[in-house]
């Protein structure tokens, strides 16, 4: 299936935490949206990798991606050397994406950065020829780099190239977030209480939507920084 819209994330929740009202937004322009997670999330405090697995499913029908993958790359370990991007080349090759979302350039937990530059350059040797990939079947993969390529805003602040309004998908982007019960605030959860699993970690996600919703004066937002400069055809494609 070829894809409008590729998401990465470095774990199973990031995206949903960060595009995700973006993903449901182009979901329901009827664009074809998909994510793929680079590993397991295996070293989450609460919860397990099967557990996880489950929640994103469940966030899965809820954003109503087309597709879901997972890399299975080692959670805070994996490295930016040839072999994983040459899996990422794979998949990007597979589905020919338009637009690829990547975790953010640089971020509280490594992985994010770590993630961000293996797309990033993943990307680009995507779309040389000399690079060869089969895919699933034994085929040898066409090039194709995509046509945008975005780094979404995590857990550190970065300066917004644009910001995407997400306001009327908000309660159902926070339903997504909320899939992942083992991992987010929850009274009734014996386990380890960790950074993200606080109440006021919500209320963050909250007033981080907020704060660049009221960027451009929506009451939600999602932002975005870019790789190269954007184009338009029109000044009236910017609102």
């Known amino acids: 299936m070829k894809l409008d819209l590729l998401a990465f994330a470095a774990h199973p929740d990031d995206a949903e935490m960060s595009c995700g009202g973006t993903l449901i937004a182009h979901v329901a322009m009827r664009k074809k949206v998909g994510i793929v997670d680079l590993t397991r999330g295996e070293l989450g405090t ?32 994996f490295e930016v050397n040839q072999e994983n991007k040459l899996k990422v080349v794979q998949v990007l ?34 779309g040389l020829k000399m690079v060869e990939t089969v895919g699933e ?19 550190r602040m970065h300066t917004p190239d644009f910001v ?16 992942y019960g083992s991992q987010f605030y929850d009274p009734n959860n014996p386990e380890e209480n960790t950074y993200i699993s606080s109440l006021e970690f919500l209320k963050f996600l909250e007033a981080r939507s907020r704060d660049m919703g009221h960027l451009i004066g929506v009451e939600f937002g999602e932002a975005f920084t870019k790789e ?6 029109s000044l009236f494609d910017l609102v």
């Open 46 to 77: 609460r919860g397990t990798p099967e557990i996880r697995k489950q929640e994103s499913e469940a966030a899965t029908r809820i954003i109503g991606l087309h597709v879901r993958e997972n890399l299975e790359l080692a959670d805070g370990f």
């Open 93 to 126: 090759r597979k589905y020919q994406p338009e637009v690829v979302l990547l975790n953010a350039i640089s971020d509280r937990h490594p992985d994010h950065g770590r993630g961000s530059t293996l797309v990033s350059e993943s990307c680009f040797l995507a």
């Open 137 to 155: 079947n034994g085929e040898k993969q066409e090039h194709w780099r995509p046509k945008q390529v975005y780094h979404y805003i995590q857990d």
């Open 164 to 179: 995407m309004d997400i306001t009327p998908y908000w309660e159902q982007r926070m339903e997504a977030v909320r899939a």
């Open 228 to 233: 190269r400069f954007i184009g338009v055809r």
